[in-house]
């Protein structure tokens, strides 16, 4: 069964980066997006990058600027790399990958930024 990995996340001071992965665990055929997506307490899961087979990607309008999304098409990975984090950034983040067959959802990851 597919399964999605994430790892990176934990706790960091405001102005600090942090950067997520996400791997699968076997070889996804077709993919044509991956993104990452948080959640955070009483809140709606909300998109916060999107990045597609042509490299085209999305951000939502909190995050640009400070992130920066990343895949590797051959190893069907995608990162996140997060800088100048804020407190209001704290939420579980994750991964989501799209494919002509599949649409799969990581367990998820915890970021908070506190000091």
């Known amino acids: 069964q597919l399964q999605l990995v994430e790892s990176g996340g934990g706790l960091v001071q405001p102005g600090g980066s942090l950067r997520l992965s996400c791997a699968a665990s076997?070889?996804?055929?077709?993919?044509?997006?991956m993104g990452w997506y948080r959640q955070a307490p009483g809140k709606q899961r909300e998109l916060v990058a999107g990045i597609t087979n042509s490299d085209s990607t999305n951000y939502a309008d909190s995050v640009k600027g400070r992130f920066t999304i990343s895949r590797d098409n051959a190893k069907n990975t995608v990162s996140l790399q997060m800088n100048s984090l804020k407190p209001e950034d704290t939420a579980v983040y994750y991964c989501?990958?799209?494919?002509?067959?599949?649409?799969?959802w990581g367990q998820g990851t915890q970021v908070t930024v506190s000091s």
């Open positions: 989501n990958v799209r494919a002509v067959r599949y649409n799969l």
């Open positions: 076997g070889n996804i055929l077709m993919v044509y997006y």
